[in-house]
């Protein structure tokens, strides 16, 4: 069984500061992980996606995560935020092996951007 | 299509009515997947299509809920009798093989209200 939690369901920054939104996952076996981002009255977009090719992963809007199998991680991390950063934030994993094609999502992390 | 595209966008009944919700797959996408989202609780798989395989519907919450997918594309959701508690937001994506850790692309959603 694979499973996801997202520490904190709110993340405050102010504009131009680091952005960690925490990830950590439980699977048997390295799954394949996700960053998904939501912004208001749309659909989910792919930020990342990990895949064993490397640990460090890089996607859009100059988000990247960090796969850490030691501690069963995968947060993800911005620089600088930007007011347009703001948005629901979701981890996903999509187990590797085994029967299921269905990944699991957590409970998604709110990102507030403050002037 | 350029995305996924679910219909209506917003639907408001009556406790106990019978509600359809529309999904519309990008084009060739083989496997198609329902999920529910409620506040705070993240995204809740509810049904996955693959082809002319089988659906999986482990995750519909009761028999109140099914889902058909005609031709290998268009897929509607219908909720009988519908119950204050089905009040969610609910969203369809799609993705292009039956590998594992595929993308899914997500619609903006349906927003169900029951009052």
Redesign the interface.
């Known amino acids: 069984a694979q499973s996801v939690t997202q520490l904190g369901s709110h993340v405050s920054v102010s504009e131009g500061a680091l952005v960690l939104l925490r990830c950590n996952y439980s699977s048997s076996v390295p799954p394949y992980l996700f960053w998904y981002v939501q912004y208001p009255n749309q659909g989910l977009q792919l930020l990342l996606k990990y895949t064993s090719a490397a640990t460090l992963v890089k996607g859009i809007n100059g988000f990247e995560a960090e796969f850490k199998k030691s501690e069963t991680s995968f947060h993800l991390t911005k620089p600088s935020a930007h007011m347009s950063d703001a948005a629901e934030y979701f981890c996903a994993v999509s187990p590797a092996s085994g029967g299921s094609y269905i990944p699991t999502f957590g409970r998604g992390t709110s990102l507030i951007v403050h002037p | 299509g350029a995305g996924?595209s679910q219909s209506p966008s917003n639907k408001v009944t009556e406790k106990g009515k019978d509600v359809e919700l529309r999904c519309d797959p990008i084009s060739g996408h083989t496997?198609l997947?329902w999920?529910r989202q409620s506040l705070?609780?993240?995204?809740e798989?509810l049904i996955?299509f693959?082809g002319n395989s089988a659906p999986?519907k482990s995750?519909l919450p009761s028999d109140r809920f099914s889902a058909e997918r005609t031709g290998g594309s268009v897929s509607t959701l219908t909720i009988q009798r519908t119950q204050q508690e089905d009040s969610a937001v609910y969203?369809c994506?799609s993705s292009s093989r039956?590998g594992?850790?595929?993308?899914?692309?997500?619609?903006?959603?349906t927003r169900l209200s029951v009052l």
Not at chain 2, 40 to 43: F, I, R
């Open positions: 996924v496997a997947y999920y705070g609780q993240g995204l798989f996955y693959q999986d995750g969203l994506a039956t594992k850790g595929d993308i899914q692309y997500f619609g903006a959603g």
